[in-house]
């Protein structure tokens, strides 16, 4: 098989930024089969669960190291009311869920099921309230219910429904896509909104509230301009966050090959909105005390045959895999401008990581992915450089290889993603001042760039370990095509 070459340097002495463990966070939403059967089967399932969490969830979802996770939506966000999901079942009322397929949500999965399911998986929670058709009221009201440690009403109801300790959930969106399901305001009428629903979210003993703004709908310089007009001098604000998906190219499963590559440049153009995004908030936030967030973004793939279509479940194949790996790459390489991103959606819904079928289980290749890329959260992000042969798409031009760096005591950690259809890419990787005493790899590639896992066979497409002879400031690897390579390397 013929093969490319390619340089890599890494600079173990040009530090970026610590890379947030949050740019690893999950989005669940109220939607399909991501809440039920994908997260909650309730206490009386045959399908083994932990107070009505599916133990084969929680088990999978360690692995990956889940720091954050977004509930309830997405567009469900702006018609829930928390009060709905609290209580006893038998209680609780059946609403219809407008957005997504106007099913009926008995409200068995609320509040309290949704702070277990993130302390069972180690993760933090973050909730998104409701701007849409909610009131300022209400959402003031869901943060004292959660996190105020005093002898309130409010509290003194969450004690009597089974914690009488608080939540001191500290992340809360202020709404969702609010340029759409959200509310379809204008970014100025938004701002004003912002202000005056965040006015009353206040910080409780031990539970300071990070709040997070919705920016725009991919990289829409305007809406951001004009949200932070109108914001003015008001600062009652921690983070913005932007939503981008990139789409489709082909179906899940079925692609050419020009479509893989397609498709890997739409993911590609993250990096434009990171940067870009960034430079505008610059301008009203220069001390960067408003973090940029992007807490949806994935694939977005057609109906699956035999699926509900609104419920929005794809199959996800070693291209999703590669998609998640480079946008990975971009938020590592960036780690000085973002400090959260949340993938969409965790179970069932978009770009899973996990998809379940009564009792069985998989972990998807996106879902490898996530635990391959585990060991940069909380390390430094370095500097890294690519010299690779690009590849014609079109009339654009596809990085040959690219990836990201961290270190973490003297533990080098480097990711790389081989775009390359059918070709290995020949690589020397230059570590300048710094000596290797060891390095392994682990692989995520299949001879088939559609390869995908099944439930009938749920290993088609799983990480293998490779060892690398690697001793001194210079080493050498292939990096097979079609792959997401993730390389440790001890120094010394």
Same mark, same amino acid.
């Given at each position: ?29 109220? %939607? ?163 202000? @005056? ?90 001390? @960067? ?29 070693? @291209? ?90 003297? @533990? ?48 088609? %497409? ?31």
């Amino acid at each position: 098989m013929a093969s490319n070459t390619a340089n890599v340097r890494i600079y173990l002495n040009e530090h970026i930024a610590r890379i947030n463990p949050n740019i690893y966070g999950y989005f669940s939403e109220h %939607l399909g089969r991501c809440i039920y059967e994908g997260t909650w089967v309730g206490k009386d399932s045959p399908i083994p669960n932990t107070d009505g969490i599916r133990n084969d969830v929680i088990e999978a979802l360690k692995k990956m190291k889940p720091p954050v996770v977004r509930w309830p939506g997405g567009c469900f966000a702006d018609d829930y009311h928390w009060g709905d999901g609290i209580g006893p079942k038998e209680s609780r009322p059946r609403t219809i869920n407008v957005y997504w397929g106007q099913v009926i949500d008995n409200n068995e999965f609320g509040t309290h099921e949704f702070i277990k399911f993130c302390r069972l998986i180690g993760a933090e929670p973050y909730i998104c309230g409701n701007v849409g058709s909610g009131s300022p009221r209400e959402l003031r009201n869901w943060v004292e219910y959660c996190n105020f440690p005093g002898d309130s009403t409010l509290a003194r109801k969450r004690a009597e429904n089974g914690d009488p300790e608080p939540f001191k959930v500290r992340y809360w969106g202020v709404g969702n896509e609010n340029w759409g399901c959200g509310g379809n305001f204008a970014p100025e009428d938004y701002a004003a909104e912002y202000r @005056r629903f965040s006015t009353f979210m206040f910080n409780f003993k031990d539970a300071p509230l990070y709040l997070i703004a919705c920016g725009p709908s991919g990289n829409d310089p305007n809406w951001t301009h004009r949200f932070f007009e109108k914001l003015g001098w008001y600062r009652h604000i921690n983070g913005f966050s932007a939503h981008y998906y990139c789409g489709s190219a082909g179906t899940a499963t079925e692609y050419t090959v020009d479509q893989w590559y397609q498709l890997i440049h739409r993911a590609s153009l993250m990096e434009d909105l990171v940067v870009q995004q960034r430079a505008i908030m610059d301008g009203y936030d220069p001390k @960067r005390n408003i973090g940029l967030i992007v807490d949806e973004w994935g694939t977005w793939h057609p109906p699956a045959p035999g699926q509900v279509p609104q419920f929005l479940w794809q199959q996800n194949t070693l @291209r999703d895999a590669l998609v998640a790996a480079l946008t990975l790459d971009v938020f590592n390489r960036h780690a000085d401008k973002v400090v959260m991103a949340n993938i969409a959606q965790t179970i069932n819904v978009l770009q899973a990581v996990i998809l379940t079928e009564g009792p069985k289980m998989l972990v998807t290749p996106t879902g490898h992915v996530y635990a391959m890329y585990a060991q940069h959260q909380g390390a430094t992000a370095l500097r890294i450089a690519f010299e690779s042969e690009s590849i014609s798409v079109g009339n654009t031009s596809l990085f040959g290889l690219a990836g990201s760096a961290s270190l973490k005591d003297n @533990r080098l950690f480097m990711t790389v993603v081989n775009p390359n259809a059918d070709t290995p890419v020949e690589t020397t990787i230059s570590l300048g001042d710094g000596r290797a005493r060891s390095a392994s790899a682990t692989v995520l590639t299949h001879g088939d760039i559609h390869a995908h896992n099944t439930f009938e066979s749920p290993n088609t %497409l799983e990480p293998f370990e490779v060892n690398i002879p690697a001793d001194g400031a210079i080493f050498n690897y292939t990096f097979p095509p079609a792959s997401v390579t993730a390389i440790s390397v001890l120094l010394g």
